[in-house]
């Protein structure tokens, strides 16, 4: 594809519940950013994949997140024992190179209700 | 710690008229400065960029000014158009650090 996809773009589940979100970078991106939108927040940053070095964790918000990059391209956020308060959008980004920031393209998010 | 501050919420303008957008920085690391643009359901999308090296960048009706002493950057939209009604984000990014720290970003309503 031509953009950054991600799935499902919306997921409903229940308190206590694991998901998984999907990002599809574009092809030949070696890096690879989640970040989450709370309601009247900002972009928080989550975690970050750069080719085959560990990956920057330092923005997940406990130990409940975490994320996988297969192959160097599709990644996967899972949540595990979901709370009220992960309910947000998260979206995926992927650039070409790291420290590209003007060519970070952003998928159009998965938007997480958790009841 | 916010290090990134958009202070305005939301900001409404007549067509025509210069939209600017305000963005307050507090880590004297940061050396790489964008804006970016989002729409309802939609992930957002690159505008334009400042080196800390510039004060200025200019692209069409989209200029960034930065003023590294203050802290302070700014996005001007010259003429606003009606398409320019979106939530718009201003990131940071230190020299030694591929994270880009997001601001809450601000609503920009460019009214008829």
């Known amino acids: 594809g031509a953009g950054v996809s991600q799935s499902p773009s919306n997921k409903v589940t229940e308190k206590g519940k694991d998901v998984e979100l999907r990002c599809d970078p574009i092809?030949?991106?070696?890096?690879l950013y989640w970040y989450r939108q709370s309601l009247g927040q900002g972009l928080e940053f989550l975690i970050y994949?750069?080719?085959?070095?560990?990956?920057?964790k330092s923005g997940l918000p406990s130990d409940r997140f975490s994320a996988e990059r297969t192959g160097g391209s599709v990644s996967t956020l899972t949540i595990q024992r979901t709370q009220q308060e992960d309910s947000a959008v998260y979206l995926c980004?992927?650039?070409?190179?790291?420290?590209?920031?003007?060519?970070?393209?952003f998928g159009p998010g998965t938007r997480l209700t958790v009841l | 710690d916010q290090q990134v501050k958009q202070n305005s919420p939301s900001l409404s303008v007549q067509e025509g008229r210069i939209s600017i957008l305000n963005c307050d920085y507090t880590n004297s690391m940061f050396d790489y400065f964008l804006w970016y643009k989002k729409y309802p359901a939609e992930g957002p999308t690159f505008l334009i960029s400042?080196?800390?090296?510039?004060d200025k960048n200019e692209d069409g009706r989209f200029t960034v000014f930065l003023n590294k002493s203050a802290k302070h950057l700014s996005l001007h939209i010259v003429p606003s158009q009606p398409g320019d009604s979106a939530v718009y984000f201003c990131?940071?990014?230190?020299?030694?650090?591929?994270?880009?720290?997001f601001g809450k970003g601000t609503r920009l309503h460019i009214l008829p």
């Open positions: 400042i080196s800390s090296i510039k």
């Open positions: 092809s030949g991106h070696t890096a």
């Open positions: 994949f750069q080719g085959n070095s560990a990956p920057d």
């Open positions: 990131a940071a990014r230190s020299g030694g650090d591929d994270k880009i720290i």
């Open positions: 980004a992927s650039t070409r190179l790291p420290r590209s920031g003007d060519t970070q393209y």
